[in-house]
């Protein structure tokens, strides 16, 4: 924003039109959010050190009962075939050609159109994600190698988990897959000496997926050429020219709409309307607008026209729920719940633990500060619960 004002991404897209001053309140609001998560942080590491969660519910160990690991892979990439078979009845070869969202349209009785996402159907889908992380832990922590047969069913795992997330655009399962390996393979390594050529080869592969799936997502639509092709100036656009995070701007614009009273507080009321989330639209047509990045979606249309849904992240979101004693409460609360899971889980690095602990602190822990809070639970939930009660089969 500072480098490039005069970029209609800058000045129309993110600042709509009225000046870096919207950044600046978004910045500072942004700032005392995160040293009050630091606060949370450093209470909560003293506070729970000698949690009694520490084995238990959060404990899986490894290789209790390994001869059901096959037919529990099995199994999932059984279920994630159902849900490819759903999509295909339901979209036909477009499934297979067109980089979009995959959305379905049902009626309510006086024939007003909405979209439903299809959520069972995807859910099915996506455990062949499941498959892959179960095996990438088994993998590393039995010390096999790539250069084996085990290697290339690990690679076939993780095309098998990842294909459905190409298909609907989904970049961030992707990248968390890519994290994880990264992850696994430094915390399990023999060598001592710090991997550079692992850690950056990673970071340029998840880079490459940002701007390739970005490209694709605009293929099918009336774009032109330079939209479409890869230079650095598209990366910055792609990587940085959007709301996504904890961006200034965004977190400006909502502080902006309260000011003017164009937004009302909503006193933590958006909390409760996660639990409506699992309940399909196909079934419950009217069901009422449950995620607040849709609400706050009409406060960012500008000059360049109508964003899509803009997650508001956490400072933000607890600046629309109570103002800023929502930041203080919501950031404090994040903080000491991040340094609560790390105590849990801190002894349990040498077994399946740590791939629940991958689930808490980095996929949910992300989503959380960087999304919304029901977002972030509908997510975790929809990941979380399915690779719960495998791992506590295999124990």
């Known amino acids: 924003m500072f480098f490039f004002p005069d970029r209609p991404n800058v000045t129309e897209f993110l600042l709509l039109g009225r000046g870096i001053q919207i950044a600046i309140n978004g910045g500072i609001i942004n700032i005392l959010g995160l040293a009050i998560m630091m606060v949370g942080y450093v209470v909560g590491k003293r506070v729970t050190k000698l949690s009694k969660w520490k084995k238990g519910f959060f404990t899986i160990s490894f290789f209790k009962k390994e001869k059901r690991l096959v037919p529990v892979l099995l199994a999932l990439l059984v279920l994630s075939s159902i849900g490819l078979f759903i999509f295909y009845k339901i979209f036909g070869v477009q499934f297979f050609t067109s980089f979009t969202k995959k959305y379905e349209l049902v009626s309510d009785d006086q024939g007003q159109l909405s979209r439903t996402s299809l959520g069972i159907p995807r859910d099915l889908l996506l455990q062949g994600k499941t498959a892959f992380l179960i095996y990438i832990t088994w993998f590393y922590a039995r010390g096999k190698k790539m250069m084996s047969w085990h290697g290339i069913l690990l690679i076939f795992f993780f095309i098998v988990g990842n294909a459905p997330n190409l298909f609907l655009s989904s970049r961030l399962p992707i990248i968390w897959d890519i994290f994880y390996w990264m992850m696994l393979s430094l915390m399990f390594q023999e060598k001592k000496k710090f991997p550079w050529f692992k850690v950056t080869s990673s ?36 990587v940085f020219g959007n709301r996504n995070l904890l961006s200034a701007d965004k977190t400006g614009v909502l502080y902006d709409a309260v000011e003017r009273n164009k937004f009302q507080l909503e006193y933590g009321l958006s909390f409760i309307d996660f639990f409506l989330a699992p309940i399909p639209r196909s079934i419950w047509v009217n069901k009422p607008i449950t995620a607040i990045e849709t609400r706050i979606q009409p406060l960012f249309t500008g000059p360049l026209g109508a964003s899509g849904s803009v997650p508001p992240g956490l400072p933000a979101e607890g600046y629309l729920q109570f103002g800023f004693i929502g930041v203080i409460g919501l950031m404090f609360c994040y903080g000491y719940f991040m340094a609560y899971m790390f105590n849990v889980f801190s002894n349990s690095v040498q077994s399946y633990s740590v791939l629940l602990y991958f689930f808490f602190c980095y996929q949910f822990g992300f989503n959380m500060i960087g999304f919304s809070v029901g977002s972030a639970a509908v997510q975790f939930l929809i990941d979380f619960l399915p690779l719960y009660f495998v791992l506590k089969f295999l124990k």
């Open 203 to 238: 970071f340029v592969i998840v880079a490459l997926v940002i701007v390739i799936i970005g490209a694709l997502r605009q293929s099918g639509r009336n774009v032109s050429e330079e939209d479409l092709s890869i230079t650095g100036d598209s990366f910055i656009d792609k």
